[in-house]
């Protein structure tokens, strides 16, 4: 019995850390956006300069891709220079659904970009958060 409590203790301990692992095992490689959304709920309020922003960086992430790799080092390939020239990292929140992106070299500038993520099939959605985006994502061969 004692035997038995302290297996299923371990259990519960240890699955959160595994779907971890797997998820980002599962997550590295380069993934391709196959759609890219505007959500407006929540985003009515948008002035004219920030409506134009939204709109260029639509277009940039249409057929973009985001290489996550094994090192945690990350990279956008995107036509939005600013988005390109970038040091930056990846680490996943498995508990709040979420890849924070930030600088590898100024970790005092904090979070770059904050995505919230939902599996479905073989397919990613990315929303990222405080913009009206959200993008289906696949994962390319040979990744």
Do not use: C
Not at 36 to 52: A, H, N, P, Q
Not at 65 to 84: A, K, M, R, V, W
Not at 114 to 133: A, C, M, Q, S, V
């Amino acid at each position: 019995m004692k035997n038995s409590l302290l297996l299923s203790i371990f259990i519960l301990i240890s699955f959160p850390i595994l779907a971890q692992i797997e998820l980002e095992d599962k997550l590295i490689g380069t993934w391709k956006v196959l759609e890219v959304r505007y959500i407006s709920e929540g985003f009515d309020d948008l002035d004219e300069k920030e409506t134009e922003e939204v709109k260029a960086a639509l277009e940039a992430f249409e057929g973009s891709q985001f290489h996550f790799d094994i090192d945690n080092s990350f990279h956008f390939d995107i036509e939005y220079p600013d988005l390109n020239n970038q040091e930056l990292k990846w680490e996943l929140n498995k508990l709040k659904n979420r890849i924070i992106i930030e600088s590898a070299i100024d970790l005092k500038n904090g979070i770059y970009l904050e995505i919230e993520y939902l599996e479905k099939g073989e397919d990613l959605f990315f929303r990222i958060l405080d913009t009206p985006i959200i993008m289906r994502l696949r994962k390319q061969p040979n990744n």
